[in-house]
């Protein structure tokens, strides 16, 4: 059982990024997911959660600082979550984790998470 984050790199402050996390091993239709970053010598912070309240119907949960630029969503079908970032700032720059619950509730704690992606860095240029 993994995530596999991608889609990170360099971009121009003011510009666009698409993650995406693809789980395996298992589904994660029933789990709820979410993105977290840590920027060096920070904590990792909460970025974005989404669960399932039933058939196409998703809560969202947004940090202050993204709320407005950022957009979760997730593919159940191909058992995957993606981050669309906008309007990206040079605070942005950190490297980006998803993570998984095994339980379905929006959670802005780390430790709530079970499992964890490898990362993927995120760096915005002024």
């Known amino acids: 059982v993994q995530l596999q984050a991608s889609g990170g790199g360099l971009v121009q402050a003011g510009g666009s990024l698409r993650l995406s996390c693809a789980a395996s091993?298992?589904?994660?239709?029933?789990?709820?997911m979410g993105w977290f970053r840590q920027a060096p010598g920070k904590e990792r912070e909460f970025v974005a959660a989404i669960r399932r309240s039933g058939g196409t119907i998703y809560y969202v949960d947004y940090a202050d600082s993204v709320r407005g630029r950022f957009t979760i969503s997730r593919d159940n079908a191909m058992n995957t979550v993606s981050l669309t970032m906008s309007s990206l700032k040079p605070e942005d720059t950190a490297v980006y984790y998803c993570a998984a619950r095994t339980v379905d509730g929006l959670s802005r704690i780390p430790r709530e998470y079970d499992l964890w992606g490898q990362g993927t860095l995120v760096t915005v240029s002024s």
């Open positions: 091993g298992r589904t994660f239709s029933n789990s709820a």
